[in-house]
């Protein structure tokens, strides 16, 4: 059965923690080209789209879903927000859990909004809001 409006609600258990320290934020802010000196040092914080890359680890169970029938090499990630607590940082272990929030289908097209809950010792300290695309499988090829 392939992922329908009836799916949206539905929750996934939480990703494997994903432990941020200040050698992993320095890469990152570093592919981006930002030299914001708050990046680096021992009280790290991490730059705001780093978030994705936690927020991403939490997107297989969506993927392993086989209800779902998704597949990440027809899936588009067309948009992107995030609702900041507090900066990840250096030392936090993150723990990441998916929810559907959303699903609309339109022909070969399905359109799913996802919400990750980023927590650190339980609490929140960011929710990523993410859209997907995803087009079916052509049948007819």
Known sequence: MPITTEHAGRSYPAATAYRVSSAKIEEFAAA?????????????????????VIAAQAWSALFDDPELG????????????????RPLRDGDDVVARLSIEKVRNRGNLDMVSVVVDLAV??????????TLMHTKEDSHV
């Open 70 to 85: 998704l597949a990440l090499h027809r899936t588009m990630h067309t948009d992107q927000r995030f609702t900041f607590h």
């Open 121 to 130: 010792d339980g609490s929140t300290v960011c929710t990523a809001h993410s």
């Open 32 to 52: 981006l080209g930002d030299d914001n000196p708050a990046y680096s040092g021992r009280n790290a914080i991490a730059p705001p789209t780093f978030a994705a």
